[in-house]
């Protein structure tokens, strides 16, 4: 997706606004944290969000996928690049997944807070995914669904989950 694409703007707005919404969300749930520790989780995830917010705008990940592209065609291996693509796919996935599981396994932090890490990783998968740059992947993250692409909505419904996560989190003593 580029500037000059269709509906990369309503689906660049659709994203600087969630990532903004779940930044605020979990830098407010930060200060009102009752421990140390989910202080320290919710700032963090705040932090994150603002980034992808921030990336939504740059675009790095476009222009270093341009620049590994250009890498490939030099020494003549972007024809047999999917293989490779896969792997990253897969191990970056399996990362994320892996420190998401221990980050929720070794602490002994309440539903809400689980519930904001597991849609913070996912709007950074969907990162990950989106940066290797697959063809058939383009095709549906790219694919038009409303107003805007599909990968606006991907991103405005982990954005979501962590807002009503952070929400929860103080709402209830079973979700603190």
């Known amino acids: 997706m580029t500037a000059a694409s269709p509906g990369a703007d309503a689906t ?90 221990m980050l929720l396994r070794v602490s002994r932090t309440a539903a809400a807070l689980r519930l904001a890490l597991l849609g913070s990783a996912a709007a950074v998968a969907v990162f990950c995914v989106e940066s290797v740059s697959m063809h058939r992947v383009d095709a549906v993250l790219y694919a038009a669904a409303g107003p805007i692409r599909s990968i606006g909505w991907l991103w405005v419904c982990a954005a979501v989950l962590v807002c009503v996560a952070a929400w929860r989190a103080g709402s209830s003593p079973r979700a603190r």
């Open 12 to 101: 660049q707005l659709a994203g600087v606004l969630a990532f903004a919404a779940a930044a605020a969300c979990c830098a407010w749930r930060g200060v009102r944290a009752a421990s140390h520790g989910d202080r320290v989780v919710w700032r963090s995830m705040a932090v994150v969000h603002a980034i992808l917010a921030i990336e939504v705008i740059v675009g790095v990940r476009y222009e270093a996928r341009l620049a590994v592209d250009a890498w490939l065609e030099a020494r003549r291996l972007y024809s047999g690049r999917e293989a490779l693509q896969w792997a990253l796919v897969v191990a970056a996935v399996a990362a994320l997944a892996a420190g998401t599981a």
